[in-house]
């Protein structure tokens, strides 16, 4: 099938904004976005840019504004796209050039959020913490997270101010406060309860709607601002 | 010029590369240089489990690990590294859980373990249930809690930096010099040691499961400054790739009674292997997909088979194998187990073939996944410089670029997983005794020129041929050629095409001529690499006359073990090729007939 590419593109060592250009190529209606790219890349235009490694939606490296929505590049097919896409860079963070963005901003959150099991407690000797089925259950959906920044830069709270800790990081808050083998959930949810919180969070959706690993990260957020509330 | 001075100096930030970094750093001061954020690298994409005789859920034994090891790699492993990694794997795996790694569990609150391909109770033969699971991504927990303990431990990352040259003065490991791939700036980084921990090649094959980035950058570069490769002939392709896509499905599907069925709707692998059936080791299996194919019996007459696990189907064969749980009731399996137990499995499926797994068989095809041969180390994963074991001092290896030999001429499910913890946790230990013990080398003079030589001439083309046509033909001759099966034949003519190909680098044209972020500069130097390697595997392959693991040549079927059970060396002098060979070490297993 014969699809229109509409990109907008930026090189910051000739471009002054950012602008849209098109790209007519042909492809596989089975293909990947990714594979329409590089598409363009490989035989078309090799200036243009943008991140990729796995190519099947575990690395989180193309994070992009697929016709208005925030997906994978790699985990979306063109037919499902109709013949005329658009991409853009995700937003709110600072374009590097094309589809990169410079996700500084977003890894800092990520880090100040103590992302590590914190427990003070020696390990059994010799042999694994237990934990229940049921236990373990409790945070199965949030340790999925490949911090593609999906959900973060898919957020209206987000892009009205970056300093919200923004959902990605309330997913990684939700990985540890529900692990019974954390000890650190008073200092978690103190994070959590700042002015840049989750407080922030007005249940928009859009983070579910672009989440490409399926959490339900509006209810996780929900859990851990109910977490706060009942201390 | 853009100078660090380091300790240490770790490339690569999956598995390996992150283990080596959290024990280096507890004594040495080390950063960490990866072309990726360290939440991209492979590792993440690994699903099924890590092998570890915890014997959580029936009797197993380091040893019964350690054998299948060295059945499973064709003998051609080095018995004394494979006891080191099946013994250590259980301790690293604990270790692993008390980081945080979020494993599943067993009704008691262990670590939950599930039967993989060639993991045996080295007694009744049968599959045992040794690989420690997360769901099928355990490589993404893996990758993302020791990502979290290195912040956690503060360790220092450059994000985004292409390695491009080891720099070697006085005979000994000077630092190295990297790409800053968002400014196009060089940087060198002098330091005492270098680590290589950058992964595998897959991308040189057309149908793969590996990462656009696993280009084997690092083994090219060795290659070049007169460092040998070991085991190159030996590449591992899966046999579970989606049909025309690579991409991974677990052998964690057919731990979980997943079965492999022809166009005729046989189950084929009880031919091939009439004990263990679909749970062989992977070259097994894959020969056996491409013989039933060969034989007319793909599926409506196309080079695939399907993988099913459709509750209905797998339970029939559980009463024919009379499969029971630990209790003694039969075994079963329902849709809710797959969904539950497979579930980025069953999202792969239904996003890129619009099949469902639990309703409908799987299309697949062998995918070249995994480089036994790689940067020869000892178990320290100290690099060596000759089969005589010579060191190389401050450099390293672990992980799939390197080649202990712990996976010989075919690697079992599970065990890369293992190899990268053990492996990079000895050789960060080892890598911050020896910084601790020497003084920093002089930097060669010039140390940036090779590099600067290089990234002016790729840039100086202002037209040519796309990098990209090189690449598709390289992968497609190394597919048809350089693949399942080999014939002097088929080596011959991929060896001259591909240096045709080499001929025709030159000529590949770079058309972002800027320093922001050129990927299209380091696609065209990253085909380089690969081109290099092609060579050296397809000489590996036509230079080996017989078949072991991963190694088949249609035209020397048998195992060789009077002539062959050695490990080949290969280095490169300009145009000339050189190979030596070092012996396998032999432990506790003499070399058998294998069957499954």
Redesign the interface.
């Known amino acids: 099938m014969r699809v229109t590419l509409k990109l907008k593109r930026f ?4 471009d002054e904004k950012q602008h849209w250009e098109e790209y007519q190529i042909d492809v596989e209606p ?1 293909d ?1 976005l990714l594979d329409a790219l ?1 598409k363009v ?3 078309h ?3 243009l ?13 193309d994070a992009m504004v697929i016709n208005g929505r925030n997906r994978l590049a790699c ?1 979306v ?1 063109m037919k499902d796209l109709g013949n005329k896409v658009t991409v853009e860079p995700i937003r709110g963070l600072p374009v ?2 094309d589809m ?1 963005v410079d ?1 500084e901003p977003f ?1 800092a959150k990520f ?1 100040a959020m ?4 914190i ?1 003070n407690t020696p ?1 059994p000797d ?8 049921e236990d ?1 259950e409790r ?2 959906d949030t ?5 593609c920044a999906c959900c973060t830069t898919s957020c209206p709270s987000f892009w009205a101010n970056g300093e919200y800790i923004g959902p990605a990081s309330i997913v990684q808050i939700h990985r ?1 406060i529900f ?1 019974t ?2 000890e650190a959930t008073k200092e978690r949810l103190e994070i959590a309860n700042d002015a840049m919180g989750v407080w922030r969070c007005r249940t928009v959706f859009n983070c579910v709607e672009a989440c490409p690993r ?1 959490i339900n990260i509006t209810k996780a957020i929900g859990e851990v601002k109910k977490a706060i509330l009942e201390g | 010029m853009n100078y660090h001075k380091f300790d240490a100096v770790i490339v690569g930030a999956g598995g390996a590369g992150l283990m080596a970094a959290l024990y280096a750093s507890k004594n040495a001061n080390v950063a960490v240089v990866s072309k990726l954020y360290p939440t991209r690298s492979h590792t993440g994409a690994a699903q099924g489990g890590i092998g570890a005789a915890l014997a959580n859920l029936e009797e197993d034994h380091w040893e019964w690990h350690a054998f299948d090891t060295v059945k499973g790699g064709d003998y051609l492993v080095d018995q004394d590294a494979a006891d080191i990694m099946c013994k250590d794997a259980v301790d690293i795996v604990l270790e692993l859980e008390h980081m945080g790694l979020p494993f599943d569990r067993t009704p008691e609150g262990k670590i939950s373990q599930r039967p993989f391909g060639g993991h045996t109770n080295n007694i009744t033969k049968q599959p045992v249930r040794r690989a420690a699971h997360a769901a099928d991504r355990t490589g993404h927990m893996i990758l993302q809690t020791l990502y979290q303990q290195c912040i956690k431990n503060d360790v220092q990352f450059f994000d985004e930096f292409q390695f491009m040259d080891l720099l070697i003065s006085e005979g000994r490991v000077a630092g190295m010099v990297a790409y800053h791939i968002n400014t196009g700036e060089l940087h060198v980084f002098h330091a005492k040691a270098v680590f290589f921990a950058t992964g595998g090649w897959g991308r040189l094959w057309n149908i793969t499961s590996n990462a656009h980035s696993l280009t084997g950058d690092a083994p090219a570069v060795l290659l070049k400054k007169g460092l040998p490769l070991e085991d190159m002939e030996f590449f591992q392709f899966h046999p579970t790739g989606i049909y025309k896509m690579g991409i991974l499905i677990t052998e964690g599907v057919r731990g979980e009674g997943g079965v492999l069925i022809n166009g005729k709707g046989e189950r084929f692998m009880l031919k091939y292997a009439p004990t263990i059936k679909d749970l062989a080791s992977r070259d097994v299996i894959s020969r056996a997909i491409y013989l039933e194919i060969a034989e007319g019996r793909g599926v409506n007459g196309q080079d695939y088979v399907y993988l099913d696990v459709r509750p209905d189907v797998v339970n029939q064969y559980f009463d024919e194998d009379g499969k029971k749980n630990p209790d003694g009731t039969p075994r079963r399996i329902t849709a809710a187990d797959i969904d539950k137990k497979l579930p980025d499995i069953a999202d792969f499926c239904r996003t890129y073939l619009g099949v469902d797994p639990i309703k409908d068989p799987m299309p697949i095809q062998p995918t070249a996944h995994y480089a036994m041969g790689g940067i020869p180390t000892d178990a320290d994963a100290r690099m060596l410089l000759d089969e005589k074991n010579t060191v190389l001092p401050g450099g390293y290896a672990a992980g799939e670029v390197a080649c202990v030999s712990v996976h010989g001429a075919n690697r079992l499910g599970t065990n890369s997983l293992v190899d990268l913890v053990v492996f990079g946790k000895r050789g960060g230990i080892a890598m911050a005794e020896y910084c601790n013990s020497v003084e920093l080398p002089p930097l060669p003079e010039n140390a940036l020129a090779e590099v600067q030589g290089m990234v002016a001439r790729l840039l100086a083309n202002t037209e040519g041929i796309p990098a990209a046509k090189l690449r598709k033909a390289m992968q497609e001759v190394m597919m048809m050629n350089v693949g399942v099966f080999r014939t002097e034949a088929l080596l011959t003519e991929a060896l001259e095409r591909i240096r045709e190909l080499k001929k025709q680098f030159p000529n590949v044209y770079v058309a972002d001529k800027g320093k922001r972020f050129n990927t299209d500069l380091l696609e065209a130097w990253e085909l380089g690499n690969m081109l290099d390697l092609a060579e050296v595997t397809t000489l590996a392959a036509l230079n080996r006359t017989e078949s072991r693991g991963g190694h088949a040549r249609d035209d020397y079927q048998q195992r060789d073990d009077e002539n062959w059970l050695k490990h080949s060396f290969i280095w490169q002098d300009g145009d000339n090729f050189r190979f030596a060979y070092k012996p396998v070490t032999i432990g506790r297993y003499q070399p058998q007939k294998r069957v499954y």
């Open positions: 090189n910051p060592e000739v089975n990947q590089n890349k490989w035989f235009d090799g200036t840019t943008y991140r990729r490694s796995c190519a099947h939606g575990v690395c989180g490296s985990k097919l590097v050039k990169v996700m890894f880090r103590k992302p590590f099991l427990n390990a010799g042999r694994e913490r237990h934990q229940t089925v373990r945070f199965d340790t999925k997270c490949i911090l540890f692990d083998r954390d399926e």
